[in-house]
């Protein structure tokens, strides 16, 4: 999907590790340190399919972009605690009609989103799961690395462990520049990549184009079949750590 960069990060008690996906051209950041010896990755394995992807029939048999979903070290990035807790920033930057709106955009996409999977709305920051802001995303360097262009959005994910058990976070930039129907159309994308979609659809109708497009769409049959086939692959996460010292 693009280049790939390491960073170490200095944790000594946590697996932690940061991904990166961003709206416009699907450029990758691994930030990655490794388990240490003591424990390694728990075995990918399946979780039960959520009923509310169970209930989903596509009467239209209009396929999926499966194929364009990335694996990642953990295995494909499935939740398997319901409901999924979403924050939503209260702007502070703008006036309060401004951050209303923009509330209740981002509000909309979680909406729409939560006819396929469990989703709430959490007040705290520190219990959620994915975490929305209305910050404008770091600037990205084009190929030549000499002029630093704007991404629209930002969307990244760090593992973490709790009792053991694997776990994944995400967050979401939505940049300031967006306004109006762009908000909803960038939250709605960027939600499907926290959501497992972790890739990009070739078909300007879905709503993980991934290109940003004049009349945005929104969650179409083929994003809806592609999250379903996501949930039916294992993964690391969600399941406990394997303790090498045991095994011997
Ligand atoms: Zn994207």
């Known amino acids: 999907m693009g280049k790939i960069t390491l960073h170490p990060i200095l944790n000594n008690r946590k697996l932690l590790t940061a991904f990166v996906l961003t709206i416009s051209t699907g450029l990758l950041i691994i930030l990655a340190n490794f388990p240490s010896n003591a424990t390694s990755l728990p075995s990918p394995k399946l979780h039960p399919l959520p009923s509310t ?8 048999n209009s396929g999926d972009y499966f194929s364009q979903v990335e694996t990642t070290e953990v295995g494909y990035l499935i939740w398997s605690k319901f409901p999924i807790r979403v924050y939503v920033e209260q702007p502070t930057a703008v006036n309060n009609q401004q951050a209303e709106a923009w509330v209740k955009s981002v509000l ?32 990205k360097l084009s190929p030549d ?33 967006q306004t ?20 990009h659809s ?3 109708t879905d709503a993980l184009y991934f290109s940003q497009v004049r009349n945005p769409p929104t969650i179409s049959s083929r994003d809806v079949n592609t999250l379903k086939r996501v949930y039916q692959q294992p993964t690391s996460l969600g399941w406990p750590l394997i303790d090498n010292s045991k095994m011997n």
Request: glycine share 4%; charged share 20%; proline share 6%.
């Open 108 to 139: 909309q996409a979680v909406q729409e989103w939560s006819v396929y999977l469990p989703l709430t709305v959490v007040e705290k920051p520190e219990i959620a799961d994915i975490k929305i802001e209305r910050k404008a995303p770091p600037l």
């Open 53 to 60: 992807l169970v209930q989903w029939k596509d009467i239209t």
């Open 202 to 204: 070739l078909s300007q």
């Open 145 to 177: 690395k000499k002029i630093p262009r704007a991404r629209s959005a930002l969307t990244s994910y760090q593992l973490y462990t709790s009792n053991n058990f694997l776990f994944h976070r995400f967050t979401i930039l939505l940049s300031p520049s």
């Open 180 to 199: 109006g129907n762009y908000v909803v159309a960038a939250a709605r994308h960027e939600l499907g990549h926290a959501l497992g979609i972790w890739g």
